[in-house]
Structure formats: structure tokens, C-alpha cells
């Protein structure tokens, strides 16, 4: 079993592993400018770092005594707890100072590891460093954590609308961080950049990992053999078992829905979410059922477009 170490530091003290850290992750791997990553605040706030085998893996920042920031995971390293642990010890770190409310811009993909944590959105998506972010909270000494339901698939039902690009990946990203057990795709044009969305890739490899049960059905009209090409497309030749793509020549919609609760209407420059729905997701469901059965497997298809 990984143990994993977390200490409360200053910046004078851990400045050589915080910096590679924070280098590793935000500079190379996300591609943030470097004059955006470093700044004041850094000389005077509270920092963690999280430790294996005496290896640093992980930092955080405390800025004012409430704002969570930085928080950064080595890749080899995550998926290992060590972000749970951070957010463990600064909560508690937090509470043993009387702090009584933290509060974070969480990249909108990480929306779920934060709620679950027990921190809620107050915020909707908007761009920090050229990547959706979203502004969570978490009142310290409170006895219900995270009772907005903001945004939480099962029960948030509002309808949220992205009208630029970004804010549409931002909901995207929190509704993709939430998925667990189906994705199903109707589209009348499979190049749309959400369907190719880095992230919604990683997730459908990721549950395709942890989830035998986990199922991606994608109907496509009007398919043209430049589809092959997509990403989304060649990912369902590396995952047959659990992506099955069909087209058919009946008038659909574009509309997406997860988990037979949260669904998403695409159109040329606008989204609309909703992250609870099930009646229309299960009204959709009926009019999907009968497309799917009558539409053709796109295997048989690109065998023709040869």
C-alpha cells in the first residue's frame, strides 16, 4: 500500500521541489506561461507538499488563509490518493487555525474530485490561463458539506448555456467528470470539437479500464469516410467492446446524454446542459431506441468506403 506523507512547508524552505512540481505539471504538461505561473504571492502564503517514499509528488498553496491554489500532482502519481490527502491535511490544517471557509478555482474537469471532497460550485465556467475553471467553496466547520447540488448530475436540473467554446468545454468537463456507466452520442456531424474533446477521450479509456459494463453507442447521419479519422472514431477501433457506432438516414438531432440522467444539445456555436433530466433524457431514449435499431454499423460502412 502507497504511503503517502503530506507537510505543511514555507516557500523559503521547499522552493526547489515546489517549483519542479509545479514546472512538470502546469509549465510542460499544460502549457501555462511562465509569467502567469510564478508570482508574490508565493513568498507569503502557506504551501504542502505531498510526499512518497520520500519523493516529492504533490504541492498546494494557502493564500489569506482561505484560497487553495497551485494544487499539482506529479502524472506518475496520480490516481494514488495523493490529491485526497492534500486536500485532507489542508482542511485539517484549516480547522486547527480557525480558518472557516476554503475556497479554490478547480480546472473544471477535476469538478467531481473536489465535490467529492465536500466543496460546491459557486461559480459558472470562465477561462484562467487559456483553460475552464471554476470557483468551488467549502465552509470548514460546517456539519453538511456541499449542499448546493450545483451542477451535480442527479440533481441539479437547471438548463446552462455555453455561448462560447470555452464555456461549453467547462460544462462539458464537469458533466464528463461525473460520468460513470453510458455515453450516448447522436450526431449529424461526428468533427464537432466536443466530440473530440481531449478530455472526454481520457475519460472513455479511463472507465473502459474500470467499468466492463461501461458502454459509449454513437448514431451518425449523413457519414462520410473523413470520419475515420476523427479521434472519437479512432478510439472505437482501439475499444470495440465498449464503443458501437452506427449511421442512419432518419433526420436526428445533436444531443448527447450520460448516465440516463444529465443530457446536452449541440448546435454551431452554442451548448446547453442539463445535469438532471430524466424524463426527457428517457423521452429522447424511446425516439433513439428506434433510429439505433434500424441504423447500419459503421464497420460495414468503411468497409464500403474503400
Known amino acids: 500500500m502507497t504511503r503517502i506523507k503530506v507537510t505543511s512547508t514555507t516557500w ?14 502546469f509549465i510542460q504538461e499544460q502549457g501555462v506561461d511562465e509569467r502567469l505561473e510564478w508570482d508574490k504571492e508565493d513568498a507569503k502564503c502557506e504551501h504542502f507538499v505531498a510526499y512518497i517514499d520520500n519523493e516529492a509528488v504533490g504541492c498546494a498553496r494557502l493564500v489569506d488563509n482561505k484560497k487553495i491554489g497551485r494544487m499539482a500532482v506529479l502524472k506518475a502519481y496520480r490516481g494514488k490518493g495523493v490529491g485526497k490527502e492534500m ?9 486547527q487555525r480557525r480558518y472557516t471557509r476554503l475556497e479554490l478555482s478547480a480546472q473544471c474537469h477535476a469538478y467531481e474530485f473536489y465535490r467529492s471532497s465536500g466543496f460546491s460550485a459557486c461559480s459558472s465556467p470562465y477561462e484562467d490561463a487559456g483553460i475552464a475553471h471554476i470557483d468551488m467553496e467549502l465552509r470548514v466547520f460546517s456539519q453538511d458539506e456541499n449542499t448546493s447540488g450545483q451542477f451535480n448530475i442527479h440533481s441539479d436540473d437547471k438548463i446552462y448555456h455555453g455561448e462560447t467554446p470555452l464555456e461549453a468545454s467547462g460544462y462539458f468537463d464537469i458533466l464528463l467528470s461525473q460520468c460513470r456507466r453510458s455515453m ?3 450526431l449529424t456531424d461526428a468533427r464537432h470539437p466536443l466530440c473530440n ?7 472513455i479509456k479511463r472507465l473502459a479500464k474500470i467499468n466492463k459494463h461501461f458502454k459509449v453507442y454513437i448514431l ?13 472514431f479512432k478510439l472505437a477501433e482501439r475499444l470495440p467492446s465498449f464503443i458501437e ?9 445533436q444531443h ?3 448516465d440516463g440522467s444529465a443530457w446536452m444539445d449541440l448546435y454551431n456555436n452554442e451548448s446547453r446542459f442539463c445535469y438532471s433530466d430524466k424524463a426527457k433524457v428517457k423521452h429522447f431514449m424511446e425516439r433513439f431506441n428506434k433510429w439505433w435499431a434500424h441504423g447500419k454499423h459503421i464497420l460495414d460502412t468503411k468497409r464500403l468506403s474503400i
Open 12 to 25: 523559503d524552505k521547499d522552493r526547489v521541489s515546489l517549483k519542479e512540481i509545479r514546472n512538470q505539471v
Open 197 to 203: 474533446h481531449g478530455n472526454l477521450l481520457s475519460k
Open 87 to 95: 486536500l485532507d491535511h489542508i482542511k485539517r490544517h484549516a480547522s
Open 220 to 232: 451518425i447521419a449523413s457519414y462520410h469516410p473523413s470520419f475515420n479519422d476523427t479521434p472519437l
Open 245 to 253: 457506432i452506427k449511421t442512419t438516414n432518419d433526420a436526428i438531432s
Open 184 to 186: 450516448i452520442f447522436c
Open 256 to 258: 448527447l446524454t450520460f
